[in-house]
């Protein structure tokens, strides 16, 4: 019998310094209160072989590949949110990608547009994506969807690995996946998870 594991990945979505630490102007509020969650997922698929994907936002300075809504955050003096290269647009302090790890860098909600996502974990034998991040209504939403419409035979979302700017607006977007048929366990949940 196969580890399921080989053929799962965690996706983890946006947990950069720009969303995450106090007084970005994307700020997250949910989202630092679920780095030790994050932390212990990635951890925990490590131990279990899985693939870890890193999802992050990393933009041009001018602002130019980012939604037309967020264009006028780069026409400032102030530096844009998660400009490559610079210090927020870097996972937050203790998350690091590691060897075997993958990065995949998206400009858009969904990291499946414009980007290779699909074709990379197609050719990484993998059928079933487990998420973690922020935040649940934009990035994690989109991009859940988008696998369920590519027909990953299992998604699962994290709860409490997720977050958003609220707990109701966090609730009302897993109850709308639940309903698509994702899986919704809790961090405890999905870390007592058999092979």
Request: aromatic share 8%.
């Amino acid at each position: 019998m196969t580890n399921k594991w080989k053929k799962t990945a965690l996706l983890v979505i946006d947990m950069q310094k720009d969303f995450i630490l106090p007084g970005s102007q994307l700020l997250v509020d949910g989202g630092a209160a679920i780095i030790p969650n994050v932390i212990q997922a990635v951890q925990t698929a490590r131990q279990r072989g899985m693939l870890v994907v890193w999802i992050v936002r990393e933009h041009d300075a001018s602002g130019r590949d980012v939604e037309l809504f967020r264009r006028h955050l780069y026409h400032t003096e102030k530096v844009g949110p998660t400009v490559k290269g610079h210090e927020g647009s870097d996972l937050v302090d203790g998350l690091e990608i590691r060897e075997g790890d993958y990065k995949l860098v998206k400009t858009r909600m969904s990291a499946f547009f414009a980007t290779h996502l699909h074709s990379f974990l197609l050719t990484s034998g993998i059928d079933s994506l487990v998420f973690a991040g922020i935040q649940t209504p934009n990035c994690i939403r989109q991009t859940v969807f988008d696998a369920v419409a590519l027909d990953y035979p299992s998604v699962s979302v994290i709860v409490d690995a997720t977050a958003a700017k609220s707990p109701e607006v966090h609730d009302a977007n897993i109850f709308d996946m639940k309903n698509i048929g994702v899986a919704t366990p809790t961090l405890e949940e999905w870390c007592k998870a058999d092979d």
